[in-house]
């Protein structure tokens, strides 16, 4: 499985402010994914980041909230901006090992717990 | 859109009993992976399945992926403290026309007493 970091691994912010999450991974990987999980609650998938396009969002995320960039095949970032409480969240990247295989799994990070004042 | 139900929500178990849980849905999945969540901690892969019917162990945990590839399953075996977590489900859409997303089950949370 791949090696994928994450920074910061938490982070407590003030509302209206911006936190822009890193996710870095030891192998070079077509797709990676960024998702939210709310307290107690399931993975939401925002959106999905390949190299060198715009990324693709979900219904109920939008680019200016979420901007991602992925600049190269190892690493991407996701900006949460204009916080609120409602954004107080774990942000997970995941990657696919190899696009091109018949069997596709991903594997996360591990995960920013982001606290929202 | 898709959603998986996934049950039971909670379990609450004696170190050594078997452990079962299950996820169902309305749409078709290609693959289905199982994985486990521990607190603090991003899910960590347990079992992929990839083909309807297959049966897959990985140690004392044993998953199927349903013969209608609208659900699977997952045991596990004379639990032991360390299998406390919270286990999703989820299932991979097709990639040609959804881009091979994966759709998430709500977590079932387990706890072994000792």
């Known amino acids: 499985s791949a090696v994928i970091s994450q920074k910061p691994s938490r982070d407590i912010c003030q509302r209206g402010t911006s936190l822009t999450i890193q996710c870095q991974v030891d192998?070079?990987?077509?797709?990676m994914f960024w998702y939210r999980q709310q307290p107690g609650q399931s993975l939401t998938l925002i959106a999905t980041?390949?190299?060198?396009?715009?990324?693709?969002?979900e219904s109920g995320f939008v680019i200016d909230k979420f901007p991602i960039s992925r600049p190269n095949l190892t690493f991407s970032t996701l900006t949460v901006s204009n916080m609120s409480p409602e954004d107080s969240s774990i942000y997970l990247c995941?990657?696919?090992?190899?696009?091109?295989?018949?069997?596709?799994?991903?594997?996360f990070g591990p995960g920013t717990r982001l606290t929202v004042l | 859109g898709q959603q998986l139900n996934q049950s039971p929500q909670s379990m609450f178990i004696q170190e050594g009993e078997d452990v079962s849980m299950n996820c169902t849905s309305s749409?078709?999945?290609?693959?289905w992976l199982w994985y486990k969540q521990d607190p603090g901690e991003g899910p960590v892969l347990l079992i992929a399945?990839?083909?309807?019917?297959e049966l897959t162990s990985n140690g004392r945990l044993t998953a199927q992926f349903g013969i209608t590839r609208k659900d699977s399953f997952l045991n596990i075996s004379a639990s032991i403290p360390s299998d406390v977590g919270i286990y999703f489900c989820?299932?991979?859409?097709?990639?040609?026309?959804?881009?091979?997303?994966?759709?998430f089950g709500q977590g079932t949370e387990l706890s072994v007493k000792p």
């Open positions: 749409s078709i999945f290609n693959t």
């Open positions: 192998s070079q990987v077509t797709m």
């Open positions: 995941s990657v696919e090992r190899d696009y091109l295989m018949a069997h596709n799994e991903q594997f």
């Open positions: 989820a299932g991979q859409l097709p990639r040609r026309n959804q881009g091979g997303k994966l759709i």
């Open positions: 980041a390949n190299q060198g396009s715009e990324a693709t969002y």
């Open positions: 399945l990839y083909k309807a019917g």
